[in-house]
């Protein structure tokens, strides 16, 4: 069995060295470098031929690759880079890379053509002056066939390594044993669609009830399914931290006893989650971590990989007895784990490291996306993009001399804006061209600044900057998915105002990213109505849709609808008195654990409050804003089996899914509204919008967000098949048709 690798990926395994530096060095975008690659080629001759695709092999090593071009009448090969600011300042362990790329691109062309001799040229391409400067060499076939011959044997080790582990993954997963005794009802058709889907390569979009499993009954049988499928990797992508957890939990169960050789998973965290040194700049000089971190990489990775279950924890282990940076360490783990459990925005944005790595190696990949009715918002988010003028403004205080000029234009053509604004909030239908030339400038120029000085990017600068390039970048983007909208605000000295760009139609980003995977497995218990996530999220025509089973009867979920209470906002102080009163009431006839949730803080507190000085001898414990890991916890912790008390938590937030409170730690759940975003021009704006593309407007924007919501939050109480509990539903909207048929098919309102 021959193992294929890119020449790129071969020469970052053998031939990166010396320091991690990250010292900011602004590098030209994907799309500047691509226009780089053109610019050069178009300079070249008739004969040149551009992306030369070449093939070689060395034992049982296929390398493969695209050379950026060939000049057959000079017989130069060419590898471009491009590149901004001061030549003279690129790291020379980056150069020592380019080459060994030319090199074995070298060897590969002379093998092809039969050369002797061949030039090898790097070409540094500007993407702001438009300038080469060019890096030539000489060589001969025999000494390129060497280096190549080096190269390989340096990786033919781990390769080997690799396929070997390959092999012993897909015997496992051949004879891989469902770990319960039996499937919960519901669990064996999810399981059964999961299957098919994969081996047919389609999208499966899986309702299914919070507490059936999902985790496991999705996770099973694409483990299965890999042998078969030739796949090199499962995505394991989740909205939140729980999540992650949850799928590790899986994982640990599917394989209890796994070998290092069985299942290489891994967790991938945030940077500032997994940074040991947050005070520090990235590179060798300030980072004892980044110091030589590329030395010492191999054996952190052979390390690494004699782990089945590389969690944080376990990473971070590892990574310190080799004295390497784990955040670093998990994204090279990601080239060689076989499940990876990471955040929806390591595949879906803008710079999505699994994305990228799966493309650049011609990965096969299957997706599980976890609580898949957070992708739409998540991202909207990951799509968009906002600029204040009171962060311009501050920065400009402080900053270099070289960058007021840019600075001042940018703020000039700031204030011409508001000339042409109407009032406080507007939304306008095109992107003013001399502000964001202005801004492009102001881009320009402090990436110019930053060339010349690396230590000079201070923590306002830095956002400001990153700002910017993503308002940028969404910016070239701009069309009917996006809303463009102007907020000006009087601070009695000046007017100042917000730029936001709002992409409200995911679809043309999200599509393209599921289409690239061989089969992807989107699983909510909140997937209703098809067409709402269809149209959003831009889902093949040929998606399979399925609803499954719940394992739950109805008799152990007391669903109640308060319709004699309304929680509207023009409502709310006649509401707390009768919610007080129904949560007493039901506190009295059944004492344990509730949660009861909100609209907002706020509507929580004047509840709660009420709560407190008519019923003082009912514990309470109320969610907090801006809460960290540690207080979170230490709120679910009150849920004890033999406690008794309300949390009050706010709809949508941290408590109102992924968490698991089975049995007595919870019993019931007061839910005091639809859920529904606040009314405001933003979200009319929105509206406006969705009824334009989809005829649905307050639905898209208002009925099914919300109703998410309520439905997340009732699917903490059961979680079991032994569970009781009771569920009330506050407000008269529930007793509506076309809200109660958005609800689980399997609860008998009340």
């Known amino acids: 069995m021959s193992y294929r690798i890119a020449v790129r990926a071969l020469c970052e395994f053998t031939a990166k060295i010396g320091d991690l530096d990250l010292r900011f060095t602004p590098s ?78 070298g060897w590969l062309l002379c093998q092809r053509l039969e050369l002797p001799t ?31 011959i080096r190269q390989c044997e340096q990786f033919l080790a781990w390769a080997e390594q690799e396929v070997a582990h390959r092999a012993l993954r897909d015997e496992a997963a051949r004879g891989l044993a469902f770990p319960h005794p039996v499937f919960r009802t519901g669990q064996r058709p999810l399981a059964e669609a999961v299957y098919k889907t994969v081996s047919t390569g389609r999208c499966l979009m899986a309702q299914a009830p919070t507490g059936i499993g999902k985790t496991v009954g999705t996770l099973f049988p694409l483990l299965k399914a890999m042998p078969a499928q030739q796949l090199d990797k499962l995505l394991f992508l989740t909205a939140k931290t729980p999540g992650r957890q949850l799928a590790l939990d899986a994982a640990q169960r599917l394989y209890p006893a796994a070998g290092p050789t069985a299942l290489r998973v891994l967790e991938l965290v945030a940077r500032d989650k997994a940074c040991e040194y947050p005070q520090n700049a ?109 962060s311009l403004n501050a920065v400009r205080l402080n900053a270099p001399a070289p960058l007021d000029k840019a600075f001042k234009r940018l703020n000039r053509e700031w204030n011409a804006l508001h000339k042409a604004q109407i009032g406080p909030y507007q939304v306008h239908p095109q992107l003013p061209g001399k502000w964001l030339n202005a801004l492009t400038a102001c881009i320009t120029a402090i990436g110019d600044y930053l060339n010349d000085h690396p230590h000079g990017m201070t923590g306002e600068l830095q956002g400001f900057y990153f700002e910017a390039l993503q308002f940028n970048r969404v910016a070239e983007l701009f069309g009917t998915p996006f809303i463009f909208d102007v907020t000006l605000r009087d601070t009695g000295k ?29 699983f909510s218990a909140t997937l209703n109505p098809r067409a709402y996530y269809a149209n959003l999220l831009g889902l093949a025509p040929d998606t399979v849709w399925i609803d499954v089973e719940s394992p739950f009867k109805a008799e152990q979920l007391s669903v109640r609808v308060m319709s ?21 009431e039901q506190f009295e006839q059944r004492a344990g654990n509730y949660l009861a949730f909100f609209s907002s803080f706020d509507y ?4 709660a409050a009420l709560l407190a000085e008519r019923y003082p001898h009912i514990p309470q414990w109320q969610q907090a804003r801006r809460m960290d890991e540690t207080a ?66 307050y639905d898209y924007t208002y009925l099914y967000p919300g109703l998410q919501k309520v439905v997340q939050a009732a699917g903490r109480v059961i979680r079991t098949q032994s569970d009781q509990g009771t569920v009330f539903l506050i407000d008269d909207r529930f007793a509506e048709p076309n809200v109660q048929q958005l609800l689980p098919a399997w609860w008998a309102l009340q």
């Open 282 to 390: 990235c590179n060798g000089e300030a980072c004892p971590l980044a110091n030589g971190f590329y030395d010492r990489l191999p054996a952190a990775r052979q390390a690494a990989v004699e782990h089945s279950l590389l969690d944080q924890a376990t990473l971070r282990e590892v990574a310190l007895a080799h004295q390497v940076c784990p955040y670093y360490l998990s994204q090279e783990m990601a080239r060689w784990a076989d499940l990876v459990i990471a955040d929806y925005n390591y595949y879906f944005d803008f710079s999505a490291l699994l994305y990228g790595l799966a493309q650049a190696n011609q990965w096969k990949v299957a997706t599980l996306i976890d609580e898949a009715h957070n992708l739409v918002e998540r991202a909207r988010q990951m799509y968009s993009a906002s600029l204040d003028q009171y």
């Open 604 to 607: 929580l507190q004047q509840v």
């Open 28 to 105: 030209p975008s994907a799309q500047q470098g691509m226009a780089g690659h053109r610019t050069v080629a178009s300079r070249r001759s008739a004969s040149y031929q551009a992306e030369l695709s070449l093939e070689g092999h060395y034992r049982t090593l296929c390398v493969r690759g695209r050379a950026d071009g060939y000049d057959p009448l000079n017989n130069v090969l060419e590898e471009v880079k491009t590149f901004r600011g001061d030549f003279a300042a690129l790291p020379a362990n980056h150069r020592h890379l380019h080459w060994a790329q030319a090199k074995v691109y």
């Open 118 to 148: 061949v030039n090898l040229a790097l070409v540094y391409f500007d993407i702001v002056s438009e300038k080469e400067t060019r890096l030539q060499e000489q060589w001969s076939a025999a000494d390129l066939q060497q280096f190549f």
């Open 564 to 584: 004699h209470i309304s929680t509207r906002f023009s409502h709310r102080a006649t509401s707390l008195a009768p919610i007080v009163e129904l949560m007493a």
């Open 632 to 697: 979170r916890q230490g709120f679910l912790d009150r849920f004890t089996l033999t406690g008794q008390g309300i949390g009050f938590a706010v709809l949508g937030g941290a408590f109102g899914e992924g968490i698991d409170l089975p049995g007595a730690r919870l019993i019931g759940a007061f839910i005091a509204t639809l859920g529904l975003s606040q009314f405001n021009p933003v979200n009319e704006q929105i509206k406006q919008r969705m009824a334009a593309l989809f005829g649905a407007g």
């Open 494 to 522: 000046r007017r100042l105002s917000q730029l936001t760009l709002r992409n409200v139609v995911p679809a043309a980003f999200i599509g393209p990213r599921l289409a690239s995977a061989h089969s992807n497995v989107l």
